[in-house]
């Protein structure tokens, strides 16, 4: 049984989805070459982050369509490591602290 | 006057014979993924690979995680030492791998299996392409005198990138293998679940990247 030929997305929509994400690949590169470190730069980063792996689980993997399982968890992994990048960029004594072997 | 009166006239005065359960159950149903609990892309087994290597990505990013809680200062300026733009035109040839397997997805499934063929040697000749520069960037850092023992930034740069670049060298394999199906007329325009699965497998280091970019090029 043939389990992949259920297209959701069409050719039109893949060529725009590969323009959207080299523009965002390039603005990353531009923000790590010229912006200084805040908070601001931080969630912005990982909201790109996001929106690419969100494009290519819905579009390049097509799994719009397939088992709601893999589309709900593929996207919690992609919205959890950035949102734990944004607070460990707010709180990193307190993690440091948290997870520190001996004492302070 | 209620909502169900507005849509029943709305009805009427549209000549729809639609009752209001039939409206509303409509728009839930237009406004909602079509789902398909059945419909796993490729196979089972690839899933378990697949989420078993995003739980191991996940380990290196905890410990990226862990690492600059403990240095930040190696953390914000270790990025600034790394050759930004060999990770940038790495991202965007991953990216356009990507995009080619998609491609020869699209091919495939409109009975064209030469065009399908020429887009996957395409994503493979980007994964190589992406080795190579990965390889040069590697010697660049060490011309630089950055190694995996400079500090703990970098230690975490090399561990992770270089697992990364292994799942590239064999993903590129899954891509060969899908390539002699098509020619051997294995996987057609009908059937190709094969193909679906390391296609799947190639997106997911596509995504790995996305995360690892950032993470170590870009984020100070």
């Known amino acids: ?104 | 006057m209620n909502i169900q009166n507005i849509t029943n006239q709305e009805a009427i005065l549209s000549g729809s014979s639609l009752t209001t359960s039939e409206l509303l159950e409509a728009s839930s149903k237009s406004a909602k993924q079509p789902f398909d609990p059945a419909l796993i892309p490729g196979n089972p087994a690839i899933w378990v690979g697949i989420f078993s290597e995003l739980t191991e990505f996940g380990l290196f990013f905890v410990i990226y995680f862990l690492a600059r809680a403990h240095y930040p200062e190696q953390f914000t300026n270790g990025p600034l030492q790394l050759h930004t733009v060999a990770g940038t035109i790495n991202t965007l040839v991953l990216i356009s791998s990507s995009y080619f397997v998609i491609k020869g997805i699209f091919a495939l499934r409109n009975g064209r299996p030469n065009a399908a063929v020429r887009w996957l040697w395409m994503t493979v000749a980007a994964g190589m392409v992406y080795l190579i520069i990965k390889y040069w960037e590697y010697q660049w850092n060490l011309g630089n005198g950055i190694e995996v023992t400079t500090n703990n930034f970098f230690a975490v740069y090399y561990y992770t990138t270089f697992n990364h670049m292994l799942h590239v060298g064999w993903g590129s394999g899954g891509i060969i293998w899908a390539i002699t199906q098509i020619k051997a007329g294995n996987y057609t325009a009908d059937s190709h679940s094969g193909l679906i699965a390391a296609a799947c497998y190639w997106h997911m280091i596509d995504l790995a990247w996305i995360v690892i970019f950032p993470l170590l090029y870009v984020l100070r």
Request: include cysteine; glycine fraction near 2%; charge should be neutral.
């Open chain 1, 1 to 104: 049984m043939n389990k992949s030929a259920k297209p959701t997305t069409n050719e039109r929509q893949i060529d725009i989805i590969w323009i959207l994400l080299m523009v965002m690949t390039l603005a990353s590169a531009l923000i790590a070459e010229q912006a200084e470190p805040g908070l601001m730069i931080t969630i912005v980063i990982c909201l790109i982050i996001v929106i690419k792996a969100r494009l290519v689980i819905d579009y390049f993997m097509e799994l719009k369509g397939a088992s709601p399982y893999i589309y709900h968890l593929m996207n919690a992994y992609f919205y959890l490591f950035p949102l734990i990048a944004v607070l460990v960029w707010l709180f990193p004594e307190q993690l440091a602290k948290f997870t520190q072997l001996t004492p302070y």
